[in-house]
């Protein structure tokens, strides 16, 4: 079904942003490319993709006389299809940038306030930073960190680079939605959080899902709103399980203003109603879930000769699980061995029975009635037992799902995604047509499966993130505990400082939470070397060295451009030459690897490179030349069975959209079903973590939610005094993206300031008028702290009265005259550590705070 004008309008969040992206939704873009060569002397439109956003969306560059002049959607490209957020237009404010770093830069003034510098070479500067990668190497390769940022060229920058050096990754994904992605892994093996499938869903729990402004799991916020207002056309229901309203719109159906952080008591109470109204999927349970696997009184699997037991109907005795012929129950306690057992299902079902729905509108602050409602909509539109034919292909048709993404980062987020996909097991629609998907990409076991099953808790020292740690078996890196760790190593278990980090395309001190403790942490290195097109907060107080980045004006990728039902790859191609002294990325890493003495040879950089792009051997790198950029991707295209090489996106941007088969998208129908893997209903080797680490003797704090089932209990900031009696929340806004946009004037136009969002009952009952300036003061329940901001109050009728909210994206995140005034992050106001950290060592994005004028 086409969308219509006015529909596509309707959903558009900012104006201006949607009235450009309905033009070019509507025809307007597919001439463009067909105009060259132009009749105006010096004009020509160069393909590239999107720098500024997520999903990296496709773009055709307006160039004149070797200057861009416009920028506009590539209709040829499967995630936004002709169109551009208000960043994807904007961005050409930022190539323009005349505050951008336009040299290389040395500090000349101590650290921890904001730099003063001195221009420099590329060679000093490179120099400079490749002796200091040499000396920490020799004496210790532990010493060097290099902190992630954009996932743009991971060939390049996660992979080559990380492996060339000896480095240690520091990731972001701790505080963006890891822990989601480690509740899928673990549970079902696919690496991603939660999305449904839009073709075929009829009903839609938005969980968390800021639907308008931030895009969803994997993707930004074109390709999922233009899937969801096809979905909402053809009459599928959405539900916004939200503390706040603004970002569902007028999307949803219904809005269940849940209480911060009570998700996962939520989840428990649905699966508890799911069970007790017969509304299971008792096939898929039995063939490809571990609910018919017997527990013994331990709390582990029964086996015999490693095969775990389950109860067969048929002999009325024990077999193992694979056995053939056998009819696996999945209730009941039977007696093994003279021991009672009982299925995983009996079991789960035993735990979620005081999860009523009563008990969950206590904690939960939504009606009984709601929650009941919900539960019975989702048995009835789950048609367990139906199939539809898809590619020729009879798919198990369960057309119900979740998207949920940035929530799952708070203190029980592993375990509250967990149940949600627990709910979604009962109704049989993993990988089924209309269901549950994680990865949007093909249906594909992610090697995390195996590997977080069988950690290997290991003795002390650990590294500086705490991995295998008796702290966080499951761990996603979160760069805010390294600073914790920095500031106190012994108490951690850690034998050393790293001294060295190389911070790309990243902000740690506005982008990540904790501020207070990111400051303290940077203080401990020695040498910070920064590579960004502008003085980052991070920079400016932290870095010794400052390497400019171009931005639009590089080569980079590949990069993705699957909407989940086509696939393609594209390249970013520069569209004009770098401004300034700026250069790509890729070449300041070829070059800074050189004066590194890592480039050539086995084991550097060129051959990591080869194995990272998987480059067949006729197209391999010559380990003993450094290449052009642009001949690393005609290499790369050329050996991808491109027979035009890098010439071929830079004439189109993108490849031919293929259709993803409906063998590779649902995981009922690929060879085997889903991967051959059984879906973890029961979390065995949680226990045995939570096991092993009580007898190390760490804190309970770490090992309380390591709980084979999701299991509630109260979050720590509750404990912190009743004056703190309101929840804070972050958010994404449309107009920016992270903390690397609030400085383009279009953008900061749209949204200028900091704001906080706060009910009017509850602004009136303390005084506080719209518009006032107010102080957000957090508390942490576990250490006293105490942390405040000054910011704006503004009314929002869309909110819970016991919560507020502020978005994301501020801070003065850069040292630039635009950002002046703009007020600062909620980051500052969060805390990091015990209490306020995930099982999985993923951050907490939610705190108790007071507010007054």
């Not at 306690?333 to 299902?345: C, I, L, M, T």
């Amino acid at each position: 079904m086409r969308i219509s004008r006015r529909t596509f309008l309707k959903g558009s969040a900012a104006a201006s942003g949607g009235l450009l992206a309905s033009r070019f939704l509507f025809g307007e873009l597919d001439t463009l490319m067909a105009q060259q060569p132009s009749s105006q002397q010096g004009e020509e439109w160069i393909p590239t993709a999107c720098w500024i956003g997520k999903q990296d969306c496709g773009m055709l560059a307006r160039r004149i006389d070797g200057r861009v002049v416009r920028l506009v959607g590539h209709p040829a490209h499967p995630r936004n299809r002709g169109t551009l957020c208000p960043k994807g237009v904007a961005q050409i404010m930022a190539l323009y940038d005349p505050n951008r770093v336009k040299t290389p830069l040395i500090r000349t003034n101590e650290k921890g306030v904001p730099g003063q510098w001195r221009q420099a070479t590329w060679d000093e500067a490179l120099t400079l930073v490749g002796e200091k990668i040499r000396e920490v190497r020799e004496r210790d390769p532990r010493l060097l960190l290099w902190q992630k940022g954009r996932s743009k060229g991971k060939a390049f920058y996660d992979e080559a680079f990380v492996k060339a050096s000896g480095a240690t990754r520091l990731h972001h994904g701790a505080f963006c939605s890891d822990a989601g992605y480690r509740a899928g892994e673990y549970t079902v093996g696919i690496s991603g959080v939660l999305h449904p499938d839009f073709r075929h869903t009829r009903y839609l729990l938005a969980w968390g899902w800021n639907l308008t402004n931030a895009g969803g799991n994997q993707l930004c916020w074109i390709t999922w709103p233009q899937q969801l207002i096809q979905a909402k056309e053809r009459g599928m229901k959405l539900v916004a399980i939200d503390p706040r309203l603004r970002g569902a719109g007028h999307f949803a159906d219904e809005w269940l203003p849940i209480r911060p952080a009570t998700d996962l008591a939520l989840a428990l109470a649905l699966c508890h109603l799911l069970i007790a109204q017969g509304t299971i999927d008792r096939e898929y349970l039995t063939k490809y879930t571990n609910a018919p696997f017997l527990i013994g009184e331990d709390g582990f699997f029964l086996r015999r000769e490693d095969k775990e037991l389950v109860w067969d109907l048929a002999s009325n005795a024990p077999r193992p699980y694979d056995s053939p012929g056998i009819e696996p129950a999945l209730e009941g306690e039977y007696v093994v061995d003279g021991a009672p057992a009982k299925p995983a299902f009996q079991a789960f079902k035993e735990h979620v029975a005081q999860y009523t729905p009563e008990w969950a509108a206590e904690v939960c602050g939504v009606p009984a009635d709601a929650i009941e409602r919900v539960a019975r909509e989702l048995g009835e539109s789950a048609r367990i037992g139906s199939t539809i034919v898809i590619d020729g292909v009879a798919v198990p048709y369960r057309p119900v799902a979740i998207m949920a993404y940035h929530m799952a980062q708070q203190e029980l987020g592993f375990q509250a995604v967990r149940a949600m996909l627990l709910v979604m097991m009962l109704l049989g629609a993993i990988g089924a047509a209309g269901g549950q998907r994680l990865d949007v990409g093909p249906w594909k076991i992610h090697e995390n499966f195996e590997k977080l099953d069988k950690i290997e808790i290991k003795d002390p020292p650990y590294n500086i993130y705490l991995k295998d740690s008796m702290f966080f078996p499951i761990n996603s890196n979160n760069s805010a505990i390294v600073a914790k760790v920095m500031q106190n190593p012994e108490k951690y278990g850690v034998d050393y400082v790293p001294e060295v980090i190389i911070v790309h395309m990243n902000n740690p001190l506005v982008a990540f939470a904790s501020q207070p403790d990111l400051i303290e942490g940077y203080k401990k290195f020695k040498f910070v070397v920064v590579i960004d097109p502008w003085l980052s907060k991070t920079a400016d107080l932290f870095a010794d060295v400052v390497l400019p980045a171009a931005t639009l004006e590089k080569y980079e990728g590949p990069l993705s451009a699957t909407d989940q039902y086509v696939d393609a790859t594209a390249l970013r191609i520069p569209v004009m030459s770098p401004l300034f002294q700026s250069r790509g990325d890729i070449e300041i890493y070829l070059d800074l690897c050189e004066k590194a003495g890592i480039l050539f040879g086995e084991g550097g950089y060129l051959h990591h490179l080869n194995e990272a792009l998987k480059l067949k051997d006729e197209y391999k790198l010559p380990l003993d030349r450094k290449p052009t950029v642009r001949e690393i991707f005609d290499r790369w295209a050329k050996s991808a069975g491109i027979t035009d090489g890098v010439a071929y996106f830079e004439k189109n941007g993108v490849t031919d959209s293929k259709p993803v088969p409906a063998t590779k998208l649902y995981g009922y129908v690929t060879d085997p079903p889903f991967g051959g893997v059984r879906h973890r209903l029961y979390g065995e080797s949680l226990g045995r973590y939570r096991e092993e680490m009580r007898r190390r003797g760490v804190a309970e704090t770490y090992w309380r939610d390591y709980t084979p089932f999701p299991t509630w209990r109260k979050p720590t900031m509750e404990e912190s005094p009743p004056e703190y009696d309101l929840y804070l929340i972050s958010y994404k806004l449309i107009e920016f993206k992270q903390s690397r946009s609030s400085q383009i004037p279009l953008l900061a136009e749209l949204a200028p300031r900091e704001w906080v969002e706060i009910n009017p009952r509850t602004a009136r009952a303390r005084g506080i008028n719209d518009g006032d300036e107010v102080w957000v003061e957090s508390h942490n329940a576990v250490t006293g702290e105490t942390r405040r901001v000054r910011t704006i109050a503004r009314y929002r009728e869309g909110i819970r009265p016991d919560t507020v909210g502020m978005p994301h994206h501020y801070g003065e995140a850069i040292r630039h005259p635009w950002t002046a005034g703009q007020g600062p992050t909620p980051n500052s106001l969060f805390f990091t550590g015990e209490g306020y950290v995930a099982n999985t060592a993923d951050q907490s994005f939610h705190v108790k705070v007071r507010v007054y004028k």
